[in-house]
Structure formats: structure tokens, C-alpha cells
Nanobody
Framework: QVQPVESGGGLVQAGGSLRLSCAAS??????MAWFRQAPGKERDAVAT????????YYADAVKGRFTITRDNAKNTVYLQMNSLKPEDTAVYYC???????????????WGQGTQVTVSS
């Protein structure tokens, strides 16, 4: 069973960058994803990446600004976030699955989340 642990969140000004990391022993066998949840809103997928790293999905709101990558040798997945906007403010969660999908219900393994706050 994989147990993701996120790090790298914080406070940044609009237009700035942050890199989130997600570490988990054995994550090389899983499709990984980053979700986010803003106050009063549903948790939605931001980006997902296949176990090999050869394919990725991005939500329309982050295409061209966010990049998901993985280093299976280091058991770590990253989310590089550039050109951040105030609307990117949310708790960001790392999740793992052996299935394919972008829904919360597709991912049985979750981290505790890391707060990202973008000031205007």
C-alpha cells in the first residue's frame, strides 16, 4: 500500500512559481495525480501521470502553466507550477491508483495535502 506525503506548498505572489513534491515508497507501480480543493469547492484533478511518465493529463485551467513529472528511482512525483494565479489557491493533494481516471473515486491512496496560497 502506497502512502503519499506532499511537501513544497507555501505563499507566493501572483506570477510566481512553486514546485510541489510527493514522496511514497513503491510509487513506481502506480498512476499518480495531483488534485486540489479550494474552500467551498469540490476536489478536482489538476494533473495525472502514467506509471512510466510517458503520458500525462492536465486540467484546462492549468495547461501550459503546470507540469507533472516523476522520478521512480527516487519514489517522487513533482508538480511544477508557474505563472501562478490567485485562483490557484487551494490545498493540493497527491494521490495514487492502479487504475486509470481523473475522478476522486478513481484514487484510493491519498496524502494529507499541502496548502498553496497565491496573493494578488
Amino acid at each position: 500500500q502506497v502512502q503519499p506525503v506532499e511537501s513544497g506548498g507555501g505563499l507566493v505572489q501572483a506570477g510566481g512559481s512553486l514546485r510541489l513534491s510527493c514522496a511514497a515508497s513503491g510509487l513506481g507501480n502506480y498512476r499518480m495525480a495531483w488534485f486540489r480543493q479550494a474552500p467551498g469547492k469540490e476536489r478536482d484533478a489538476v494533473a495525472t501521470i502514467s506509471w512510466s511518465g510517458n503520458s500525462a493529463y492536465y486540467a484546462d485551467a492549468v495547461k501550459g502553466r503546470f507540469t507533472i513529472t516523476r522520478d521512480n528511482a527516487k519514489n517522487t512525483v513533482y508538480l511544477q507550477m508557474n505563472s501562478l494565479k490567485p485562483e490557484d489557491t487551494a490545498v493540493y493533494y497527491c494521490a495514487a491508483t492502479t487504475r486509470f481516471g481523473i475522478r476522486v473515486s478513481d484514487y484510493p491512496y491519498w496524502g494529507q495535502g499541502t496548502q498553496v496560497t497565491v496573493s494578488s
